[in-house]
Nanobody, 121 residues
């Protein structure tokens, strides 16, 4: 059974930084993309960032230059470093893995349960 478990969510002040991590178990995703999506209250889930198996990274325009995605294939773990956060970054952040990806177009095969990130102004 595949599981994606996120950690690192919480409260952060605007302008600050926060790191999220997501560990996969049940199978390896070293040859597949991994990424992050988010869903704010009353809004649809949206793409945040993805990293493919070669290490190429892709970002939504709203986070480009502020967020950094990385991965450790040996640990089947993907990370999201959020810098210079804004109140509009407040959302539930979901880890994603596998599936189909092409740049910022990403349809994951697996989802994590989500972790809340709240940015206070």
């Amino acid at each position: 059974q595949v599981q994606l478990v996120e950690s690192g969510g919480g409260l952060v002040q605007a302008g600050g930084s926060r790191g999220l991590s997501c560990s996969a178990s049940g199978r390896t995703f070293s040859s597949f993309a991994m990424g992050w999506f988010r869903q704010a209250p009353g809004k649809e889930r949206e793409f945040v960032a993805a990293i493919n198996w070669t290490g190429s990274t892709y970002y939504a325009d709203s986070v480009k230059g502020r967020f950094i995605i990385s991965r450790d294939n040996a640990k089947d773990t993907v990370y999201l470093r959020m810098n210079a956060v804004k109140p509009e970054d407040t959302a539930v952040y979901y880890c994603a893995a596998g599936g189909y990806s092409s740049g910022t177009y990403y349809i994951p095969g697996y989802w994590g349960q989500g972790t809340q990130v709240t940015v206070s102004s």
